[in-house]
């Protein structure tokens, strides 16, 4: 059975502090992987995809980024947080179905 | 643009009766449905799907309606029981990679 663990759980950080988040999925070789943003009270809004290691396509510009070094590794970071990034990051696989982490809760204050 | 547009934002319903949820959509080729369904403080998970070679799916009290020439689908759970009490998005994806557009969702609220 496959198994998506996000870390951290959640996070209370700085403007202007950098961030990094991740994704590790196991028991599926070659995942499509993908990051979503979920506001309080809001829609699920996809940020990035991947569909191998190494390549990484914007669907938003937030000003994250995402990587992917491993195949079982997806990555989703900045240099510089801004109050608008507060909410629930969450990391899915799958093709047209979408199985997703327990996510990541960001507070920026 | 809102290319998956959900009605109501909010509806509650009294335990035993029926919800409906519905759901339209602007892209001609999208050719896959799923519902999913959160609960507050959780992840989404999903719930039901329907590809556009049918135009019902059942499973349990959960059933799709899906008028492909309309561009519209509907939830409509039966029996509600507070359980069931989650906010549902309907999402729709084509056979491109990455492409799954969720709707704003509907808060369902089912009171004992």
């Known amino acids: 059975a496959q198994t998506i663990h996000q870390w951290p759980v959640a996070e209370i950080k700085a403007v202007g502090s950098p961030l990094s988040l991740g994704c590790t999925i196991k028991?599926?070789?070659?995942?499509?992987l993908y990051w979503y943003w979920q506001a309080t009270g809001g829609t699920l809004q996809q940020l990035f995809y991947?569909?191998?290691?190494?390549?990484v396509e914007s669907v938003v510009q937030l000003n994250l980024s995402a990587s992917r070094p491993k195949d079982d590794q997806f990555i989703l970071s900045t240099e510089k947080l801004l109050l608008s990034h507060s909410g629930f990051y969450l990391c899915a696989w799958g093709t047209d179905t979408l199985y997703f982490g327990a996510g990541t809760r960001l507070s920026v204050l | 643009q809102q290319q998956v547009r959900q009605s109501p934002q909010s509806l509650t319903v009294w335990e035993g009766e029926t919800a409906i949820l519905n759901c339209s959509y602007e892209?001609?080729?999208?050719?896959?449905f799923p519902w999913y369904w959160q609960f507050p403080r959780e992840s989404p998970a999903l719930l039901i799907a329907i590809r556009p070679v049918s135009n019902k799916k059942e499973d349990g009290r959960f059933t799709i309606f899906f008028n492909k020439r309309e561009k519209k689908l509907s939830l409509h759970i039966t029996d509600s029981q507070p359980g069931d009490s989650a906010t549902y998005f309907c999402a729709a994806g084509a056979q491109v990679v990455g492409q799954l557009t969720f709707g704003r969702g509907t808060r369902l609220q089912v009171y004992a």
């Open positions: 892209d001609s080729t999208f050719d896959y």
């Open positions: 991947s569909i191998t290691v190494g390549q």
């Open positions: 028991g599926k070789s070659s995942p499509n």
